[in-house]
């Protein structure tokens, strides 16, 4: 997920590893991408009526299209994340960025939870 600001950049990613390189192996059958691609449309697609959703396409643009996608399945071993959510400002400036994501859309509203979230381990307070 990535937004921004004028001038400010925030993301979260993360890095897949899996555990073969026998790719030609774990090679889709059209079947199962066709199977695939249904279930993915089902789920996203929030409108039975909905254009994009695979059983909507028509058949002569499925098979057109499915010519070109190589699907494959992974045995995914390991997940490394990253986050860059602004951790070089100030507290004012940090909380001022807060404040504006949280009046954007939901990908602005999450990202200002995750920078909450670890606004208390960038700026410990010291006691006397």
Do not use: C
């Not at 004012?92 to 606004?119: C, F």
Request: charged fraction near 35%; aromatic fraction near 6%; charge should be negative.
């Amino acid at each position: 997920m990535t937004t921004s600001l004028p001038g400010i950049s925030r993301y979260d990613s993360g890095e897949v590893r899996e555990a073969t390189n026998r790719l030609g192996s774990l090679l889709l059958e059209e079947e199962q991408l066709v199977n695939l691609l249904r279930d993915l449309t089902a789920r996203f697609e929030n409108d039975d009526k909905s254009p994009s959703l695979f059983d909507n396409l028509p058949e002569a643009y499925i098979q057109r299209m499915i010519k070109a996608i190589v699907a494959f399945e992974i045995e995914v071993t390991d997940i490394d994340n990253v986050f860059k959510l602004s951790q070089n400002r100030d507290k004012k400036s940090y909380e001022s960025i807060i404040t504006k994501l949280s009046a954007m859309g939901s990908d602005g509203k999450e990202i200002a939870r995750e920078m909450e979230k670890r606004s208390s381990q960038l700026f410990k307070t010291e006691k006397a």
